[in-house]
């Protein structure tokens, strides 16, 4: 990307479903993602597949019908079957994108996920190299740290 260019990451139909009411169907996600496209923004995260079977058949709908020039990214834990759904539901499009996510505070590790920081971190490295594998070489990986207090 040209220094001095703006890349725009949409999480409208992931994180802004969290906000109380705003659930969606599988078509209005896909109606809004068509809006997205028409926007032109640069990734729309379509969301979170492994969360339930209409989540996973929303983002592969998304993914099929993104154009060439717009990454479709599927959120996904670091966690056995969250990213085999997420890659198995984007492999489908243009550019598909991964975003693995583990959490990092000491009170999330300790009592949450009950790993040390070590674990953690090698937990985010397979990961990511396990979306790389299976996605190949042009696939946008991103990984991110939840509550990195």
């Known amino acids: 990307m040209p220094a001095g260019s703006v890349r725009i990451f949409d999480t409208t139909l ?20 068509r809006q997205l496209f028409r926007l032109k923004v640069d990734v729309v995260e379509a969301g979170f597949p492994a969360a339930s079977p209409g989540d996973f058949e929303a983002v592969r709908r998304i993914a099929q019908e993104a154009p060439q020039d717009i990454a479709v990214a599927a959120l996904a834990r670091c966690k056995d079957g969250d990213p085999q759904r997420a890659i198995e539901a984007i492999k489908v499009a ?56």
């Open 14 to 33: 992931r994180d802004g479903e969290q906000a109380p009411g705003a659930g969606l169907t599988a078509a209005e996600k896909l109606e809004v993602a």
């Open 94 to 149: 243009h550019r598909p994108h991964l975003h693995v996510f583990i959490a990092t505070s000491d009170i999330h590790l300790k009592h949450k996920l009950r790993i040390d920081r070590e674990t953690a971190l090698a937990e985010a490295v397979r990961w990511v190299r396990y979306g790389r594998e299976q996605l190949g070489r042009d696939a946008e990986i991103e990984f991110s740290a939840e509550d990195a207090s």
